[in-house]
Every structure is written in C-alpha cells, then in structure tokens.
C-alpha cells in the first residue's frame, strides 16, 4: 500500500459556483476560453471558516496553477485604547480572528512563554475575553511600548500569522492514479462528471415518463371501455384470469400491456370518473412534454449546459453564504528589521569577549573633567577579571545601522546592531561568540557602522604595523555573521581599523607616539578583498599606529571640522584639521600631539589614544578600560595647536592601571518619540 499526502483548502460555496457557471458558459462552441484572470478573480483564494486574513494574491494564484503552494494566513487584530479605573489609558492589540487550524489555547501559551523569556517586550497583561458572542484575546501594553513593534513581533514570533501549503493531489479521470490538479482542471473535471450526471439522471428519468405514459395510455383505455372490463373481471374465476383477458388481443380482449393491466386492475369503481378522466388527460400531456425535455437533453449538448447554469444559480441562492476570510495587499515578508524601532544605541566590546547594546539616552551629557558613570560591569576580582571587563570598542550607532565588525586576523562579519543583545549599564554582556563564530585565538578590533552600501564609497583597511588598503564597500553587501576573509596580513599584524571613504577624501593616521600624516584618498588603489595593501606611514622603532581617521575635504578651507586628540591619560585637545597639511603617503609626518609628564615614576608614559575627526556641534562619549562612560560636548574640549599638551577630558586612575580606551561620536539622528 502507497500513502500520499494532499491538503485543499477552504473554499467560498458561492465563488466556486461562479466559476462554474462561467466556465459552463465558455463551453459553447462559438465562445471565448475563460482566461486565467478572469477565473482567479471569481475565485481570489480560499476562504477558511474561522476567518482571518491572507497576505496578497501572489500565493494563492500560485497553487491554482501548479497545484503546489501555499498562502500566508494573518490573525485579525486591531489597537484598542483601554481605560483603567484610574482613569489611565494603556494600548492593546484586540485579536478578533485567529488563522485556520490555529488553537487558541496553545496560542496563549506560546505568548506567555515568549513574554517571559523576554523575547517579545512591551506586553503587560494576556487575557482571553472570548464568550458567546465571539472571540477577543486582549494583549494589554506598557505604556512606552509601541503597538505596531509589539503586533509585528507577535506576528513574527507566534500562529497569528501562519502558512498554509497547499498540495492539490486527488484520484482523478479513472480513479485509479494519483494526479496533481490546478484550479481550472479541478472544475472542469466537475463538469465533466456534472453533465455525464445529468445525462444519465435525464435517461433515468425519460425510461420513468415512458413507463408511466404507457401506464396512462391503458387507463384511458380502461375509462373508453369501462363497462366491457367490468364485465369481464366480473365473470373471471380469478384476478389472474381476468389479466389474460384484458392483455388479449383478440375479439373479445382489450390487447393491453400486462403493466397496464394490472394498473386497471387495480382501479376502484370511484376512480371512473368523467374528473379521473380529465386528470390521466392532463397527465399524459405533461408527461409528453417532460419526455421532450428529456429527449433533448439527452440529444443537445446546450440544454444539458443550460441546466447545469440553472442548478449553480439555485444551489448559489439556497447554500451560499458571503467570503469570511478576506484577502489584503502583501506588505512583503516580515524580516526583523521590520520589529525593530530604529532608535539609538550605545554598544560595548570588551577585551574579554563580551558585548552589550544600550540605549543612548541611558548616558546624559555632563560637564568636561567630570568621573562620568559606569558603562559596564566592573564585578569580579583578579587580573583575569579586570582583563574580561576592559572595553576595547565603545560606539553609537542607529538600531537598523549594518555593523562591519573586523577581527586582528582580517575577518569581517556581518550584523545589525538591533540583533546585538541588550543590557543595562553595569551589565556585564554576553559572549560574543554567543553572537558571533568568532575563533577563540581571535578578538574583534574594529567596527564599522554602515547605514547604506552606496556605490562611491571604499572601505579603509588599517593595521597597526601600517599597512593600509581600499575596497569598494559594496564587496561587503552582502556580508553576514559566518564572516568573510578581508584582508591578507604579515606575520605578528594585527588589522585594527575600518572606516568608510570617497575619492574626494583624505586620510589621516596617527601613532601612538604622538606622529601624524595625512594623505589623499584617491591616490590609494582599489584592491580585492584579500589583498594585503601598503604602507600608510612610516613608524619609528617601537612606534605603532594608534588610530586612522577619514577627512571630508571642505571648500574655502577647514571651517568648523577638528582632529580630536585623547591620550590614554585623560588629556585631551581640538586641533584645526588645516594644521594637517596633504602629504605623500608613507611619510613620517608631523607632531599633532606631546605629552605630560608623568606624575611618578610607577606610572606607565602617556601614549595617544585616538585621534579623531569632530565638528564643534558633535558629542562624545569617551570610556576608560574599566568602563567608567563620559558623555559630553566637543564644544568644551579647548582649541589648542598640534605642539600642545590639551587638558583633562576625563579623570582617570592611571595609579590603578586605568586608561581611555575608546572615544565615539554620537550620531546627529533625531527621534520624535524618545524623549
């Protein structure tokens, strides 16, 4: 024995009968074939019996016509306000219709499962407030949620929005093979057994009228002569003597059928009538003309058709009851970026393979030389445990930004910043290999934020040793979190930074002993991914590259746009960027920065933290390696000249081994609903 698997959906009675009546009608042999657009729009799709809605026509038309698919099926939800008895409002997702096949009851479940494990947010409360007059599940909100992030993650996350796949598969022509059907070979595979069931109902029907015409016929014959039959039976012995003679067809007999005759025979004397007469009359009439009909039928392919119209009109107006599930426009596959508010995020990297997102707003901005807050976990004791919660990589960036997060081995991945975990602000984070196929002997060292693959823009590749190369940031388009190979780097090289750049813009690179050189853009060839590039400057000995940043050129000079200088002490300084002048790459380049003394002799020498490219409108926010967080204005960081020490930005325990380990800009993004 053979199992096969077939699953039809739903169908409207109404919608099927159209389309059956119209393809009756194309039949005729002058008529026009009924067109695939004009079938699918009498039957649009399936309509299930609990309702809901399907998601576009693209599905549906796709099964009518190969047989296989399936069509997206979504609940019937709608926001309500709901008004406490305090008089407080809170918002609520109302579902009123659940998907076919869809259990309520394991639908709550799943919601309050996925409410606890924090994988949907902004759900306050879950009842179930169905009765007699129909279903209603409330989805009670917080009061900062958002309804549409929280109906979209519950159609992303649960059955409210589900698939049905179709298969068309049915024993079809002799009833022995399985077939795959389409739409339009189902119906006229009804009518083909529709009109050989009419023809032998007509024929069924036609022997019935001759029968009982014959039976009419007699009767007649039986009133004309009704005193010779009464005569005759009374003077047979017996009812069956009297039969013989009235089927007689000699002198004496009537020469009727023996149907007839026991139809006469079974007469009472009442049943003579000159009114039972008028009534056989009147009955053979009918029955000729019923026997016409049926003769026609059985003779003309059009009557037969006639009548099939005629019989899906009356079965329509007698059964057929109005579509409940309705079909809406396609608003395109749900993808995560669609559940997401694109707000803005401050993420944290530590040196021990952590990582965290936090909102931005969790840091207010504060004064210059201020100790600033906690930005992540400082927990544990031991050299381990400090080396775990050092922060390596501190940014802000937009929650739909692409994050191009680079490794020391010249390995790129791919992730949205939205899909980076939250945390609070002295939360340590979690692994990132939990996030990412990071290898253990590999650390990220730099990220890149990317809101848009545009066409003219690069990517800049920088190593500490260096070296330097261009690639087209559209080879990273597609880049996902399995990683690609980015670079090519010597031996004992670490790939450190990523930045994006145009033709038009210059490039400038310090090192950690205080050194700066900046050059053009342009002047640097476009390679492949896994080219290693060349030489950026050229370094002292035991002098590395601290940080690389990328120069918008200006017209009418520098304007209002700055290198902004942070030592690893705390100390800090704005220089113009016209005291930077374009030179040839591979240059020693010029001073942008010298520094302190040391304040004992047990401190370790002030090195160059970053350098960064600012304007006076910006803010940063500038982190220490034990995760101490400073938010404040570039405003207030004094303009000084490039032989200048600068002054203290952020006050940091050098005696305790604490440094500035990272300075980000926050992004200019206006939100209307953050507050």
């Avoid at 007999?253 to 009359?281: I, Y």
Wanted: net charge negative.
């Amino acid at each position: 024995a053979v199992g096969m698997a077939t699953n039809v959906p739903p169908h409207n009675l109404g919608e099927l009968l159209d389309a059956c009546a119209a393809l009756t009608e194309r039949r005729e042999d002058d008529a026009e074939e009924l067109t695939d657009d004009e079938l699918f729009h009498l039957v649009p799709g399936p309509d299930f019996p609990t309702g809901a809605r399907i998601l576009g026509r693209g599905g549906a038309r796709a099964l009518y016509e190969t047989g296989n698919g399936g069509v997206q099926v979504r609940a019937v939800t709608h926001v309500e306000q709901l008004v406490s008895k305090r008089g407080s409002a809170r918002s609520a997702v109302v579902i009123t219709e659940l998907p076919y096949q869809v259990n309520k009851a394991a639908l709550l479940e799943k919601i309050a499962t996925l409410v606890n494990d924090k994988k949907i947010d902004g759900v306050a409360d879950l009842r179930d407030e169905s009765d007699r007059d129909g279903m209603r599940v409330v989805v009670e909100l917080k009061r900062d949620a958002v309804a549409a992030v929280v109906q979209n993650n519950l159609f992303k996350k649960t059955s409210l929005q589900t698939s049905f796949s179709g298969n068309f598969l049915a024993l079809m022509g002799s009833g022995t093979v399985p077939t795959r059907f389409t739409l339009r070979s189902a119906l006229d595979c009804f009518l083909d057994f529709r009109f050989d069931t009419i023809r032998r109902r007509s024929s069924y029907q036609l022997r019935k009228v001759d029968d009982r015409a014959h039976v009419v016929d007699g009767l007649l014959i039986a009133l004309e002569k009704a005193d010779d039959i009464i005569e005759m039976v009374r003077a047979a012995p017996d009812q069956a003597t009297a039969r013989t003679e009235l089927m007689d067809t000699g002198k004496g007999g009537l020469g009727l059928s023996q149907e007839q005759a026991d139809a006469v025979l079974r007469l009472q004397l009442g049943q003579l009538t000159r009114l039972n007469k008028d009534k056989l009359t009147d009955e053979r009439e009918s029955l000729s003309k019923s026997k016409a009909e049926l003769t026609e039928l059985l003779t003309v392919d059009g009557a037969v058709r006639k009548l099939m119209i005629q019989e899906f009109a009356e079965l329509k107006d007698k059964y057929a009851v109005p579509r409940r599930t309705r079909i809406v426009p396609e608003e395109g596959e749900l993808s995560e970026i669609d559940l997401v508010k694109n707000s803005r995020s401050v993420v944290v990297v530590t040196r021990g393979g952590y990582i965290k997102r936090m909102p931005l707003k969790t840091f207010g901005a504060q004064k210059r030389g201020t100790r600033g807050k906690r930005g992540t976990s400082a927990g544990g004791t031991g050299a381990g445990a400090a080396e775990d919660n050092e922060v390596s990589h501190c940014f802000t960036c937009n929650d739909h930004d692409t994050l191009l997060m680079v490794t020391q081995q010249g390995i790129a991945f791919g992730l949205r910043a939205f899909q980076v975990p939250t945390g609070t602000r002295t939360a340590k984070g979690v692994p990132i290999p939990s996030v990412l196929p990071v290898k253990a002997d590999d650390v990220i060292t730099s990220v890149l934020t990317v809101s848009e693959f545009a066409e003219d823009e690069y990517c800049i590749l920088a190593t500490e040793g260096g070296w330097i190369k261009k690639t087209p940031l559209k080879a990273f388009e597609n880049l996902t979190s399995r990683g690609l190979i980015i670079a090519t780097l010597e031996e004992g090289d670490r790939l450190r930074w990523c930045q994006k750049c145009t033709d038009g813009d210059d490039v400038l690179i310090g090192s950690r002993l205080g050194m700066a050189t900046r050059f053009e853009a342009e002047k640097l060839r476009p390679t492949g991914r896994t080219s290693r590039g060349v030489r950026s400057m050229r370094l002292k000995e035991g002098d590395t590259v601290a940080d690389m940043n990328v120069l918008k050129k200006q017209e009418g000079g520098g304007g209002s746009e700055y290198v902004l200088a942070v030592t690893s002490g705390g100390y800090g300084k704005r220089i113009s960027t016209d005291e930077f002048r374009t030179t040839a790459r591979g240059g020693v380049g010029v001073i942008a920065i010298k520094f302190k003394s040391r304040p004992s002799e047990s401190s370790p020498p002030d090195e160059v933290s970053c350098l960064r490219i600012v304007d006076e409108e910006d803010e940063m926010l500038v982190i220490t390696a034990q995760g101490i967080m400073v938010r404040q204005s570039v405003r207030d960081i004094p303009s000084q000249s490039r032989t200048a020490t600068g002054v203290l930005v952020q006050k940091v325990d050098v005696e305790g081994g604490d440094h500035i380990s990272s300075v980000s800009i926050v992004p200019k993004y206006e939100e209307s609903d953050e507050e």
